[in-house]
């Protein structure tokens, strides 16, 4: 079957511009979460969905950054009014369920560029 | 607080060679550790979880709760190993807060 998909695999945008990224989690799974990765760095938690709800968005940076997941399936993060700090790897998971650890499957990541 | 450190970016062995790659942990209450591996070119997958006990692909971690680590080590060390390795720890909602990460480099 297949995994966790992320379009586009690479989005370079000027400072100031809005991007959207795409999370299509494996189907059926409830649970699905985003991550960030700076360079050097580990994968950092954003935010987490259950279902069609963000159960914690603890990680976003600031009020630029908002995801949906309007269906409980396909996932969306925006940023506003990029920042050449935003510029990393943007990784998305799924996962069967959220209740107890279910493994977290990993989509390839987003590779954003913000010039 | 929660954090998850990797004192070791670059780790260089030799085929053969006993690897042990570092991961000490913060966490306030009874931790669930996982390993995470990065091949070249592949996406980031589980390798192995403390609460499994189990050993894949020749690796094993312990727990040790004295000492806050979950080092992973296999004894013999194959080309195929070559990867980055993420220790991560389970926070709340599910979500892993991870290391930065060691990079492994086994030489033929």
């Known amino acids: 079957g297949a995994g966790v998909s992320q379009t586009p695999s690479n989005k370079v945008t000027e400072k100031g511009k809005y991007v959207e990224l795409r999370c299509d989690p494996i189907?059926?799974?409830?649970?699905l979460y985003w991550y960030r990765q700076s360079l050097g760095q580990g994968p950092e938690f954003l935010i987490y969905f259950q279902g069609t709800g963000a159960a914690d968005d603890s990680g976003l940076p600031n009020d630029r950054f908002f995801a949906v997941r309007p269906e409980g399936s396909v996932s969306t993060l925006k940023i506003q009014r990029t920042e050449r700090g935003d510029s990393a790897v943007y990784l998305c998971?799924?996962?069967?369920?959220?209740?107890?650890?279910?493994?977290?499957?990993f989509g390839p990541g987003t590779r954003l560029t913000v010039l | 607080a929660q954090r998850v450190t990797q004192p070791e970016k670059l780790l260089s062995v030799f085929k053969g060679a006993p690897v042990e790659l570092k991961c000490n942990y913060s966490y306030s209450g009874s931790p669930e550790l996982f390993w995470y591996v990065q091949y070249s070119r592949q996406r980031l997958q589980l390798l192995l979880r403390h609460i499994s006990r189990e050993s894949i692909k020749g690796f094993t971690a312990d727990l040790n709760k004295g000492e806050t680590s979950f080092h992973l080590k296999k004894p013999f060390a194959q080309e195929e190993d070559s990867a980055m390795y993420y220790c991560?720890?389970?926070?709340?909602?599910?979500?892993?807060?991870f290391g930065a990460g060691t990079r492994l480099a086994v030489h033929p």
């Open positions: 998971a799924s996962s069967a369920t959220g209740g107890g650890y279910n493994e977290q499957f």
């Open positions: 189907s059926g799974h409830t649970a």
């Open positions: 991560a720890l389970l926070g709340g909602y599910n979500k892993l807060i």
